[in-house]
């Protein structure tokens, strides 16, 4: 079966730290690919997504990933997480019957 | 104002009582799914509509039945809901890009309790 999988459930910073979370699929053919956040008491917002073109994608608040192919792999990156990126964190592929495969999701606690 | 709307945003039912969880989007998305979400688990589809009349099982179908009758609306039916349908539940929706979907809007969520 496919599946998305990310590597760290929980995560705890210090502000100014850099950030990088791990996301692993299963699926060989091709891929849209998605980052989610889910802020404390809030809906799930897109962080960034890539279709194809430039494997780097950059997302809102100063977040970006990197499309490995060859890995599988769709990372995503900040150079110096804030208090306020305090939230849970999802991968997410599209596979080619458009079913939206997710990971469980990583819990990023930043220490003011 | 774009936006997904879900209803009832909280509900606490006992097994067997058939329940209805009703989702409407404004924004013309082709593409509407639910999700229900479980501490550990992250989210999992439960099923999926790519049109009117377009349903297709996600993950975790299993207890759950959908209809695309309109393209705004996609209703969550449990007809005989179990204690392990207590959940967190998210309608979302979105238009459709070559290869898979774009951008999901997700609704505010509603949180069942099967007794």
């Known amino acids: 079966a496919q599946s998305v999988s990310q590597h760290n459930h929980h995560v705890i910073l210090s502000e100014a730290a850099s950030l990088e979370l791990g996301c692993n699929y299963s699926y060989g053919g091709t891929v849209n690919l998605f980052w989610y956040v889910q802020y404390p008491g809030q809906h799930l917002q897109l962080l960034l997504k890539?279709?194809?073109?430039d494997p780097l994608v950059k997302g809102i608040k100063g977040f970006e990933a990197e499309f490995i192919k060859s890995k599988f792999s769709f990372n995503l990156r900040k150079p110096s997480v804030q208090w306020s990126d305090t939230a849970e964190y999802f991968c997410a592929v599209n596979n080619s019957n458009y079913q939206l495969i997710w990971g469980a999701g990583t819990k990023l606690i930043i220490k003011p | 104002e774009a936006q997904v709307t879900q209803n009832p945003r909280y509900l606490i039912t006992v097994t067997g009582k058939k329940l209805t969880v009703t989702c409407s989007q404004n924004m013309n998305h082709e593409y509407m799914s639910w999700y229900r979400q479980d501490p550990g688990l992250g989210l999992r589809q439960i099923y999926y509509?790519?049109?009117?009349?377009?349903?297709d099982k996600g993950d975790v179908p299993e207890g759950y039945k959908v209809s695309r009758k309109e393209k705004r609306n996609f209703p969550l039916i449990l007809e005989s809901p179990s204690p392990n349908q207590t959940s967190l539940y998210f309608c979302a929706s979105s238009f459709i890009q070559p290869g898979g979907t774009d951008t999901q809007y997700f609704g505010p969520g509603t949180r069942l309790t099967v007794l």
């Open positions: 509509s790519m049109n009117v009349e377009v349903t």
């Open positions: 890539y279709f194809s073109g």
